[in-house]
């Protein structure tokens, strides 16, 4: 008989994730590719490429589960048993491999949050609001900018002697300001140091705003790839920041634990991965509220609906 | 004024906590009211066209309940409140009220009935209720009768929520408390999306308007000697009251407002013994895109309550 194993998908506004995990939390396959806008497209070569990694002659996908942004779009697609928010499958995968931890930090694309950990479970956390200055997004646009691969931004931020002071309490100043900074003169490496050291400050500032961060403190997200920021918040923080190699995978991680936890199992197909999916965007009429309805559909037919505040907008 | 038989009563702002005040000191003087619907997304957008951008968002959806009660009664009821003590008083939005409304609608010429109330005139609820009647013509005594059973018509429902409440704190299920100004808390717009994402989560809603409002002004005492809003002091004394009774509190607050920006901050820094969750709603999406923060925080005490996650 085959062993069981479970899929999570993590769908962010700029990487989607995938794992398979067996009983054991160990890894049976993993990916990481960027959206591109298109949740849909993106699920669907994760979904291709776990199939290529997947030892499908010894394991069988028993339950899936999706987490991110666009949860409840691959969510339906992919007829998941669990589709939940990315606070708690973060805490989940975080706390099932550094059962000791504290405080998790993450930033990502977008978006960056911070979760209190007591005892193994999440107590408290918080979201960054309005803005998206000191995310992946916004060291990208610095990057290139600068004429360097973000990638590269640890390392030559760990180059430098000292950080130069960049203002990046909002994306449309630190761009001026790194102008300027450039121009009276201040070297590549300083300036890079610079912006990781405000990102990492700018976290803390705003949405650790309040927040004891206790030690194990572990660093997750795209953001924590990069070197110099980890650094720097190491120096702020005075206490050593886990950077796990599998960080950027604990979402997708987090919600596969939560598929399997849910006890309901149904064999799953990788064959969503070829099927076309449409997703539609109704007003509903009914009344003034006029909401937003999406509609998705595999083929031609409508497999879920959201978005209506009250039972006169459900289509299905 | 001319002769007065329908009053429009705007359904925002301080509507949801005197409404029913306003409404039967009317009715007993023998005038008919007409309130404006719940908000929904039009009143919102023609608020928001008439409103300067900066302002909260409840101010422009009770200018969006305004317009829509033009030609729909002979005069629209926008009291400017004040405040009776020093400690008790009202934001600024409410002491320039009907001065902000008449100028906004300058061009429609509403009629607007109203009247004030401010600390340091030493008055009192009868007493300005005496002189609103005497603005619709009434005399002191009819006055001061109809002033008299419409407050106990208020006292009546108030009481009647502060019973349902208890039923509902007495039984079983996760209980979540809904923190805020109660026009954040029941407007649909607002807090009442939130309401519906927390029940539909399978939690049980109670919040701080539905608290004896004496009690809670007295406890707020404990938690501030200073603060000088009676709307933030009634919340933050029913949070005091109620904190040991519910799983969770839920702080809302509307965009811009300055008292709660203060307020909400020091109850988060203040109660540390039960998970708490704030909430700011604005004016671009009201209270869409809530649902990833009210699902991780109900997660939260879900999974603190059954002990752990048992992922390892």
Known sequence: ?316 | MGQIHTIGIPRGLMAYRSGVLWKAFFEELGLSCVISPKSDRQILEKGTKRAADETCLPFKLYLGHVESLLGECDAIFVPRMGGYRPKEKMCTRYEALPDLVKNIFRNQHPNILTVSYDWYDHTDEAKVYLSLGAALGRSKSESKKAYGAARKKMDQWMKAKEKKQNILLEGDGLKILAAGHPYVLHDPFMGGEISRLLGKMGATVVFTDYVNREKALKRSYHFSKVMPWIINREMTGAVMLLRERVDGIVLLSAYPCGPDSLVNDMLVRKVKEIPMLSLTLDAQSGAAGMETRVESFMDIIRYQKAGGYGNH
Not at chain 1, 182 to 189: A, F, I, R, S, T
Not at chain 1, 194 to 214: F, P, Q, R, S
């Open chain 1, 1 to 316: 008989m085959k062993k069981k194993a479970y899929l999570g998908i993590d769908i962010g506004s700029i990487s989607t994730k995938g794992v398979i995990i067996d009983e054991n939390n160990q890894f049976l396959a993993e990916c990481y590719l960027w959206t591109e806008g298109n949740p849909t497209e993106a699920s669907k070569k994760v979904l291709h490429e776990l199939r290529i990694q997947f030892d499908q002659e010894h394991y069988q996908v028993v339950a899936s589960g999706t987490t991110g942004s666009a949860r409840k779009l691959v969510g339906a697609m992919l007829g998941a048993q669990v589709v939940k928010n990315e606070i708690t499958a973060h805490a989940v995968g975080t706390t099932a491999l550094h059962p000791d931890v504290r405080t998790i930090l993450e930033i990502g694309g977008q978006d960056s949050k911070i979760i209190c950990v007591e005892n193994g479970v999440a107590v408290d956390y918080a979201m960054n609001t309005l803005c998206a200055a000191g995310t992946g997004a916004f060291l990208s646009s610095q990057a290139h900018r600068l004429g360097v691969a973000v990638e590269q931004f640890g390392e030559i931020a760990l180059s430098a002697k000292k950080a130069a002071p960049v203002a990046a309490r909002c994306t449309v100043f630190a761009e001026s300001d790194l102008v300027h900074k450039l121009q009276v003169g201040y070297p590549k490496e300083e300036i890079i140091a610079g912006l990781c050291k405000a990102v990492a400050g700018n976290y803390l500032n705003n949405v650790a705003k309040g927040k004891k961060i206790l030690s194990p403190v572990v660093f997750q997200g795209g953001v924590s790839k990069n070197a110099g920021v980890v650094k720097m918040f190491e120096e702020e923080l005075r206490m050593p920041v886990i950077v796990d190699e599998k960080g950027h995978l604990m979402g997708a991680f987090g919600i596969a634990i939560l598929a399997r936890e849910s006890r309901q199992e149904e064999a799953f197909s990788f064959d969503a991965a070829d099927m076309e999916f449409k997703t539609r965007e109704v007003t509903c009429g009914k009344c003034a509220n006029h909401c937003e309805i999406i509609c998705v559909y595999r083929g031609k037919e409508l497999i879920d609906s959201w978005g209506n505040r009250c039972d006169r907008g459900a289509i299905r």
